[in-house]
């Protein structure tokens, strides 16, 4: 697997990762869901380079997470808006934000509250089951190949969640 080539392979955690895998754009996100929306907003906030912020911007808005709107003609200057597709990625910060808030909190506490505007409460951000509503743990999640899986490629990651599935039921 070539890192330069992630947006190709058959695995959706590699196609993510070709658009959110670095520190900077996950950063660049979070501002987005905080608000920031200019330039100098980003590099104010996050202290990183104008060529660094440039192209993460760049990047986010080719792959359509971000669309950049002109909000002043003279001199031309843009803002970066959150679409849909990168509206759908609150998910996956927020579980950054959960492990970062239960694993690296320090004496002081967490460093952010979250409270849901519908029902007025603070909560704990945490990942459920779609079906039955039950939170989710990893040792009670079996992955199965989906109708996108290379069968034929044997170090794909649909043919060994295959192997360890059917390992797992002779053990």
């Known amino acids: 697997m070539k890192w330069d080539a992630l947006e190709d392979e058959s695995c959706s955690m590699a196609r993510t990762l070709a658009v959110i895998g670095d520190r900077w754009s996950v950063l660049v996100l979070r501002e987005c869901f905080l608000r920031v929306r200019r330039f100098e907003e980003f590099q104010s906030h996050l202290g990183i380079t104008r060529h660094l912020l440039a192209d993460r911007l760049k990047k986010l808005v080719r792959f359509g997470v971000l669309r950049r709107v002109p909000y002043q003609t003279s001199p031309k200057r843009h803002e ?13 910060l927020m579980a950054i934000v959960r492990w970062g808030d239960i694993h690296m909190v320090d004496e002081r506490g967490r460093p952010l509250l979250y ?7 603070f909560f704990e951000p945490v990942m459920i089951c779609s079906e039955c509503g039950e939170p ?4 009670e999640v079996h992955t199965h190949p989906g109708p996108g899986a290379p069968v034929a490629d044997p170090k794909s990651v649909a043919a060994r969640a ?3 599935k059917v390992s ?4």
Not at 80 to 92: H, R, S, V
Not at 115 to 121: A, D, S
Not at 136 to 139: E, N, P, T
Request: glycine share 6%.
């Open 115 to 121: 409270q849901h505007k519908t029902c007025g409460k």
């Open 80 to 92: 970066y808006i959150l679409t849909q597709k990168g509206l759908d990625l609150y998910p996956i």
């Open 136 to 139: 989710l743990h990893a040792k």
């Open 162 to 164: 295959t192997r360890r």
């Open 168 to 171: 797992s039921d002779a053990a």
